[in-house]
């Protein structure tokens, strides 16, 4: 099997660059991380990448001022540089122009920590319990020029509790990130996401349990 060959662009603590790194230790995992790209020097998951003995490099947007294009195209240039095949967005937290986004389209994957449509943007747990939904959770997709829009690959579900704060909430959903983020991956890096009138259909899954995580325990 040929492995596809991924960057996961962070500019955090990089938790979920950490789970796409340990699922694809498994050698049947159809992906390989082979670079860990960074825009901002300090970002916690560097350190993590490096001690799982996975190239890291960091492209700093400040070094840019307002040149967003030249910025991109240092980031561009790295992952040709390692042949990278498909990007994973994990928190990396910059707005992407529509020039680089088609550089990689349906290639380039984001986690956004809400179920899309709803909940774009930031704050995504104050907003959800400022709301009263009742589920809440997290949504891979293919990035597309608008933000956090794109054909949805994968979604999770949390209950939300009367007693949830932010943080309570936030705990439970970036554990269901940790489990659909390598689950769309695979599928993915598998070849087995197609996208047709902006949806995604996965082969040999007619439900859609394979991309899907809902709430197993209320408690
Ligand atoms: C996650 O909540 C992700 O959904 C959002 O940014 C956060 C990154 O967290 N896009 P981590 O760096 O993966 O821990």
């Not at 082979?34 to 400040?62: E, F, W």
């Not at 910025?71 to 122009?97: D, N, P, S, Y």
């Not at 009263?132 to 994968?154: C, N, Q, R, W, Y």
Request: with cysteine.
């Amino acid at each position: 099997m040929q492995r596809r060959r991924v960057a996961v662009l962070i500019s955090g603590r990089g938790s979920n660059m950490a789970a796409l790194i340990e699922a694809a230790k498994d050698r049947d995992f159809p992906a390989e991380i082979v670079l860990v790209l960074s825009n901002r020097p300090d970002a916690g998951g560097l350190a993590t990448a490096q001690a799982n003995g996975i190239a890291t490099a960091v492209v700093d947007h400040k070094t840019y001022g307002r040149d967003r294009a030249a910025f991109e195209q240092a980031l561009q240039a790295e992952l040709v540089k390692h042949r990278i095949e498909l990007v994973c967005l994990a928190g990396f937290m910059r707005i992407l122009t529509p020039w680089f986004v088609g550089q990689w389209q349906e290639r380039m994957l984001n986690i956004h920590p809400a179920l899309l449509p709803s909940f774009k943007s930031l704050d995504t747990h104050q907003r959800a319990l400022d709301t009263g939904v009742k589920l809440h959770g997290a949504t891979v997709h293919f990035v597309v020029p608008e933000m956090d829009s794109g054909p949805i690959i994968a979604q999770g579900a949390v209950a939300v509790r009367d007693d949830d704060t932010e943080a309570t909430l936030a705990a439970r959903v970036i554990a269901v990130e940790h489990r659909i983020y390598p689950l769309a991956l695979r599928l993915v890096a598998a070849g087995r996401v197609h996208v047709a009138g902006g949806r995604c259909h996965i082969d040999g899954a007619a439900a859609p349990e394979q991309a899907l995580v809902v709430p197993d325990d209320q408690a």
